[in-house]
C-alpha cells in the first residue's frame, strides 16, 4: 500500500512531522472519510495549510495529542493531497467499530476533506479522494458517522461512498497452493467472495490460533 500526495508534513508545517511506524504498525482494514470541523471548506492550496495548521494547533495542545492533527491523509476542494500522520494510528476513530476487539484508532485510515459543515466536496476533491481510497487497496469504505453519533463528514461524502464500488472485479484470488483451504474456509462461510487472500494476520491472533488448536501446549510437553 502507497499513498502518494502533494505535500508533506513539513511543505505544510506540522508541528511534530514524524515517520510512518512512529507509533506503531499499522494494519488498516477500512477507511473512515471525516471533515474538519462545522465551518466551510478551505478555499486555495494557502488556506487548505491555514486550515490543518489550525486544526493540527487544536490537536496538539488543545486536546494534548502529542501526534497532532490525527487524521492519516487530508484532501482538499484544490485536489491536493497532504500527508498528514501518514501511516501512523490515527486516533481520529473511536470505539471498536466491527467488534473485532480492536480499536478502531489502530485500524482505520482516517482521510481528512478539508471543509466542513457549510461547504460542498469539489469535483477535484472527490477525484483525488476515490484516488487514495484506490491507492490504498481497502474496499471497506465508512464515513465517521457510521462509527458514532456525528454528523461528520456530511451528506455529500456519505453519498460518495455509497455510490462507488472499490474494488473492480475479477476479484483477487488465493494462491493454486492456498486454493484448497480457501474453498473449505468459504464453504464453512468463514469468509466470503470478496475476502482479500493476501490480508493481513496479526500475530497476536496466529498465536491465539494455533493455542486454541491445541498446538502450543502439545508443543511444551
Ligand atoms: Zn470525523
Request: glycine content about 12%.
Amino acid at each position: 500500500m502507497a499513498i502518494s500526495y502533494d505535500y508533506s508534513q513539513h511543505d505544510w508545517g506540522a508541528i511534530r512531522p514524524m515517520a510512518d511506524g512512529t507509533y506503531g504498525t499499522m494494519n488498516p482494514d477500512k477507511v473512515v472519510i471525516h471533515w474538519g470541523g462545522g465551518g466551510p471548506a478551505a478555499e486555495g492550496h494557502a488556506e487548505e495549510v491555514a486550515f490543518l495548521r489550525s486544526w493540527d494547533h487544536f490537536h496538539y495542545y488543545t486536546k494534548g495529542w502529542d501526534g497532532g492533527l490525527a487524521y492519516n491523509y487530508g484532501v482538499g476542494n484544490t485536489g491536493l493531497v497532504y500527508r498528514l500522520r501518514g501511516m501512523n494510528q490515527s486516533g481520529a476513530t473511536s470505539g471498536d467499530f466491527d467488534g473485532d476487539g480492536i480499536p478502531e484508532n489502530k485500524e482505520a485510515l482516517a482521510f481528512l476533506w478539508i471543509g466542513g459543515l457549510k461547504g460542498k466536496p469539489s469535483e477535484a476533491a472527490y477525484q483525488s479522494m476515490e484516488r487514495i481510497i484506490r491507492e490504498s487497496g481497502l474496499d471497506n469504505i465508512t464515513g465517521h458517522l457510521e462509527h458514532k453519533a456525528t454528523a461528520c463528514p456530511g451528506p455529500e461524502w456519505m453519498h460518495f461512498i455509497a455510490e462507488e464500488s472499490w474494488v473492480e472485479p475479477p476479484w483477487p484470488q488465493p494462491a493454486s497452493w492456498a486454493l484448497p483451504a480457501w474453498n473449505k474456509a468459504l464453504a464453512l462461510g468463514s469468509i466470503n467472495e470478496r475476502t482479500f487472500p493476501t490480508d493481513l494476520m496479526e500475530k497476536q491472533a496466529f498465536f491465539v490460533f494455533l493455542d486454541r488448536l491445541g498446538l502450543l501446549d502439545l508443543l511444551a510437553q
